[in-house]
């Protein structure tokens, strides 16, 4: 008798963590749960709300490749979602490789819904030749498991396509369409002025290279209640933890640096959940910096923001959605964020938002992948589960010395010094008792003590 109930399509994301994932500041830092950099969970977060339907489980599979994972991901899943950003560029090479081995060996479709090369705002490739053979077996391999491949926009697309692909679609990244087709940006009319909520975002490359710092302390001597908001996990390490063991340490520049004045006034946060970051966003009148994904949590919170931009990756995403940018080897050291405010025309960018909602949507219907929007509730039963979880509020520079402020850092550390104390004893254990234990000889060496006699006596000198 045939079975009447409907096959749930298990579909495996790469992804830091699950967006249900309510996971302690502390164990956040130490297992890096966010790759890196807190941007990645608001791409992830949203493709796994918009592939989440009634017949379609969302798996988050971490970061880590183990490419002896393949056997497993075959007989388990049935697709494998790899959502990326710049992954083409130097310094993502080996994670680029290991991903080409996993894919390689797997017999399920594989999508790649928005990845991008990363250049200069000047769309160059030639930073990127060395790394050519890897990008080229890369989308060699998914587009053997896929219709086509999503890239986030105009150089990427150019890029690939100069190395003889043609399956390949812009589609920008999704975690603009993690509202759907809706979305929309307050516009009051008003100007920015010393009582406004600026956020301010930006890397430390932006700080260091260009002239992000001086406009940073600029704005924050114009705007009292400015905050900066740090996505690196070593940001994160430094408000938490005070450390300073990573390189971007030496840029002292960057409000995330205990040296720097706005970490003294309790003005900068790292966020660990998309969720609590885009409602603290809410809360403010401007967004700007050099941080794409920093600026589209305040868009997608309702919050105007501005780019500015100092590569491809940010420049391209910024074209493709319409995103008010400015190049940032271009804006002025005493750059005003409300000249900035008072320029910025999001009317493309709200009036393309159907169009280019649409055009995701097609991309993955072409490549078997259900939406929540299409074929679901709208993402409905996953704001209602996201709503009953306490996500722990942003990470804050750690400027107190009082009970409240140092008893969960110390009680983290004592529960780490338990489970290593612990993991400590049982390594001794095995130890000892491997010691304890007769010399195994190797297999070598005892074919060598069966075989060696009868040679040793034939080659004896008779007497």
């Known amino acids: 008798m045939a079975s009447n109930v409907n096959h749930v399509k298990r579909i495996l994301l790469r992804s830091g963590k699950s967006p249900y994932d309510v996971v302690p500041v502390e164990r956040a830092l130490h297992e890096d749960v966010f790759a890196t950099n807190s941007g ?25 490749t183990k490419v002896a994972d393949a056997d497993r991901i075959n007989s388990e899943y049935d697709v494998f979602v790899i959502p990326l950003a710049n992954a083409f560029r130097p310094s993502f090479e080996p994670q680029l490789k290991r991903l080409t081995q996993l894919i390689s060996k797997l017999k399920i479709p594989v999508v790649v819904p928005g990845v991008g090369a990363q250049t200069g705002v000047n769309y160059s490739a030639d930073r990127l030749k060395p790394m050519q053979p890897s990008v080229y077996a890369f989308v060699s391999a998914v587009l053997d498991h896929s219709a086509s491949i999503g890239v986030r926009g105009e150089f ?9 692909f043609r399956d390949v679609e812009v589609i920008g990244c999704p975690s603009m369409f993690l509202h759907g087709s809706r979305l929309v940006i307050r516009e009051d009319g008003r100007t920015l002025g010393p009582e406004s909520r600026v956020a301010v975002n930006g890397s430390h490359d932006a700080v260091r ?42 840029v002292t520049g960057i409000p995330t640096h205990p040296d720097h004045p706005m970490y003294g006034e309790d003005k900068v946060r790292v966020y660990i959940d998309p969720i609590t970051w885009m409602d603290d966003l809410r809360g403010f009148d401007f967004s700007f910096g050099s941080r794409i994904h920093g600026n589209i949590a305040a868009l997608l919170a309702g919050t105007p923001a501005t780019v500015l931009c100092g590569d491809s990756r940010t420049l391209e995403l910024c074209r493709y959605f319409d995103i008010p940018h400015r190049m940032l080897t271009k804006v002025p050291a005493d750059l005003d964020p409300a000249d900035l405010y008072a320029s910025a025309d999001f ?12 055009r995701f949507m097609n991309f993955l219907d072409k490549n078997g992948l259900e939406n929540t929007f299409t074929h679901g509730d709208g993402g409905a039963a996953f704001e209602t589960r996201m709503s009953k979880l306490a996500f722990p509020p942003g ?14 850092r110390l009680n983290w550390l004592q529960s780490q010094l338990a489970e290593l ?41 008779s007497r």
């Open 156 to 164: 990427t697309e150019r890029y690939l396509r100069d190395m003889g």
């Open 209 to 250: 290279k260009h002239k992000l710092g001086q406009i940073i302390d600029r704005t924050h001597a114009r705007y009292p209640h400015l905050r900066f908001i740090g996505q690196n996990l070593s940001d994160a390490r430094q408000l938490h933890w005070r450390d300073l063991s990573h390189p971007n340490a030496a």
């Open 421 to 461: 104390t612990t993991e400590n004893a049982q390594l001794r254990r095995k130890l000892q008792k491997s010691a304890s234990l007769p010399a195994q000889r190797s297999t070598y060496q005892r074919a060598r003590s069966v075989v060696g006699r009868p040679i040793k006596r034939a080659l004896r000198p």
């Open 395 to 408: 990470v804050r520079p750690w400027v107190g010395t009082d009970a409240g402020t140092m008893a969960p």
């Open 40 to 64: 990645n969970l608001i791409f992830s977060d949203a493709a796994h709300k918009i592939l989440e339907t009634p017949r379609s489980e969302v798996v988050s599979n971490g970061i880590t």
């Open 347 to 358: 009317g493309p960018l709200m009036r393309g938002h159907q169009e280019r909602f649409d």
